[in-house]
Nanobody, 116 residues
Framework: QVQLVESGGGLVQPGGSLRLSCAVS????????MGWYRQAPGKQRELVAA???????NYADSVKGRFTISRDNAKNTVYLQMTDLKPEDTAIYYC??????????WGQGTQVTVSS
């Protein structure tokens, strides 16, 4: 059974940075396109960054230029470097595959709160 464990969230002031990690166990994440998603209170979960198995990346317009997704296939881990954080980035962040019609069970996510 595949397990996703997200970590690295926290409380940060506007303009600050955080680095999120997603450890994948039970499968080899390098075989899949992976994504970071977020869900803010009262809103639907949205994809904010994606990385293909070959390394190509895509970002939501709202985070483009501020967030960077990367992967370490040897560690079976996906990262999200977030800079210049804004209050509207406040959400629970999750990782999962970015393949249409295929998702592993969601992990618990990691809370990111941007506030002064």
């Amino acid at each position: 059974q595949v397990q996703l464990v997200e970590s690295g969230g926290g409380l940060v002031q506007p303009g600050g940075s955080l680095r999120l990690s997603c450890a994948v166990s039970g499968s080899s994440s390098r075989l899949y396109a992976m994504g970071w998603y977020r869900q803010a209170p009262g809103k639907q979960r949205e994809l904010v960054a994606a990385i293909a198995s070959g390394g190509a990346t895509n970002y939501a317009d709202s985070v483009k230029g501020r967030f960077t997704i990367s992967r370490d296939n040897a560690k079976n881990t996906v990262y999200l470097q977030m800079t210049d954080l804004k209050p509207e980035d406040t959400a629970i962040y999750y990782c999962n595959t970015n393949t249409v019609g295929f998702r592993w069970a969601w992990g618990q996510g990691t809370q990111v709160t941007v506030s002064s």
